[in-house]
Every structure is written in C-alpha cells, then in structure tokens.
C-alpha cells in the first residue's frame, strides 16, 4: 500500500430520518456498525467508521438525521449533523426517489447551498421503483441544485454501492491513511454494544417509548481465558408506566430485548456473552444537559 497517489479523506452521509443512512453504511463497511430501526431518530450520535482498500481510505461519519429539534436532544443531533458538513471532504445526501421535495427535503437543500464541500446526491431504495420512474424523479431534484454527482443505490440489496465507492474516491484529496487497515470503527467495543441493545428496544417496544430511551453499559468485563464477557446494562426510561412495558409480563419483553442483542454482541465480540439488562426511570432526561452528558450525547467530542 505504498503507492503515491493513495488518497483519504472524511465522508458524511446526510438525510432525512429514515431514509436509510446506517443501512447503507453498514452496506459500504461490509459489516454491522450502526444500528437500524424503522423508527426516526435511530441514530443520535455521530458515529465514524472506517473503509480501506487499496487506492483508498475512507472514514465515513454516520450522522444523525437533520429535523426540526422539539428538545435539547433533538437539538444536539440537529447541531451534530450541520457542523459536520465544514469538516469532510464529500457530503453523500441520501434521498429516496420521490417526484415530491417535502419540507424536510428543502430544509436540507438550503442547507448545502450554503456549503462549498462536494455534494452527491444518492437516490436510495431503487428496488423499489421502476427505472423509467427513477429517471423522473433524479429530474426533480437536479432542479433544485447542482451536485458534483448523482448516483442511484440500493442500500438493502448492495446494487451500484460498488460504483459509488468508486465515486467518493474521485473526490478525495490525496493524503495518508489515518487508521490502520484493518480498523472498521472508532467507536469503543461499549458503545457499539449499548446501541445493538437499543436497537432491539426500538424493534420491540411499541411508537411511543423509543424515543424516550438511552442505553448504558454499566460493567463490561472478560473472563478469564476471554472465552466469555459478563455484560451488566440498563435500559434508561423516562415514565415509570414505560418500565412496566419494557419489563413486560413476567419479564418477557426484556428477555426478548435481552436474547436478540445478546445474539448480535456476540458476533461484534466474537465470544459468548452473557448479558444481564436492568430498567431505570430517569424523568424528562432527553431536556437535562447533565443526563445527556451520562448517556453519551457529548457536544465537547465534536
């Protein structure tokens, strides 16, 4: 990997909640980093993940989606993923193809017209919809701004993912690698976990209570011989009626959270795991800087 013209550089995905970001990133790094959820707002902090071959290495930043805040940590996600715009080399704005621009699509549009960074547009979810269809709809959006690139993608099946990493690489300055080959994420092994847990949460648990979660890893250890690790978390609430329906009857909907995310730790650690969840109430945390702080929600980290 010695050759001259290797280039590096930082990506951001960008896009409404929901359109798909963590899917295809998990797609382009070729395993599971960020978590996915039919939910909105799935994704909060901003999570670096790394893609190295060899003319290139790519550090991809997988922000949360730009909405309008209704809190403080609606607010912070917002923040996180407008300034991350200045700092990267590409901007990837993920759309779906649709003949209609919403409100939530020209927030964004106002956003990157004002941004000097090369933006590509990627039409995602073309599985969906027929080819005659898709050219219509890429029409729609090219009227609204010029893109260095417009490139449609499947992130569910992998279709054209391969020609989009080909095109990110066009725009890279060249430069070193800045992780080693083999790193995929600078996220701690903690972190990760304590998402795959949310995750489950968010797959199980009914509309109303996702949004009101955190996850916290409150002891991660390795037994001797590392052939298992003793995971304690907690699944932080804010209604004490939500505890009840997180518990569920007998335990049931906690050892269902608890079964599935224990799967997933396991194949992220490569070791049996044995995982114990509890559930705290901790009232309105989403609107106490302190709480968000404990949770992980650091500003200061940006």
């Not at 963590?22 to 999570?47: D, V």
């Not at 000097?116 to 898709?134: F, R, S």
């Amino acid at each position: 990997m010695n050759n001259s013209s290797f280039r590096s550089g930082f990506v951001t995905l960008i896009g409404r909640p929901n359109v798909g970001k963590s899917t295809l990133m998990n797609r382009l790094i070729g395993q599971k980093i960020a978590i996915t959820s039919s939910k909105p707002q799935t994704t909060r902090n901003r999570i670096q993940t790394v893609y190295t071959d060899e003319e290139k290495q790519v550090i991809f930043l997988d922000t949360p989606g730009i909405h309008k805040a209704k809190n403080k940590l609606g607010e912070f996600m917002v923040n996180v993923a407008e300034k991350t715009l200045s700092e990267v080399d590409v901007i990837l704005w993920l759309v779906e193809p649709t003949e209609y621009i919403g409100a939530g699509e020209q927030h964004i549009i106002e956003i990157l017209k004002k941004t000097e960074t090369p933006v590509i547009l990627v039409v995602n979810k073309i599985d969906t919809v027929k080819k005659e269809k898709l050219l219509t709809d890429i029409a729609v959006y090219s009227k609204e701004m010029d893109y260095a690139e417009v490139v449609p993608v499947s992130a569910l099946t992998g279709e054209n993912t391969a020609e989009l990493m080909k095109v990110i690489g066009k725009y890279l300055p060249e430069g070193p690698m800045y992780y080693d080959e083999d790193t995929i994420t600078d996220q701690p092994e903690r972190q990760i976990c304590a998402e795959l847990i949310r995750e489950k949460a968010l797959k199980y648990l009914s509309e109303e209570i996702p949004h009101g979660i955190a996850v916290t890893i409150e002891q991660m250890k390795e037994r001797p011989g590392g052939r298992l690790i003793d995971i304690d978390a907690a699944i932080i609430c804010e209604r004490d009626s939500h505890k009840g329906i997180i518990i569920g009857k007998q335990g049931s909907m906690l050892k269902k959270i608890g079964t599935a995310a224990r799967q997933d730790c396991e194949a992220l650690l490569g070791c049996k795991v044995n995982l114990k969840l509890w559930v705290k109430v901790k009232k309105d945390w989403r609107d106490s800087d302190i709480l968000m702080k404990n949770f992980g929600y650091q500003d200061d980290e940006m």
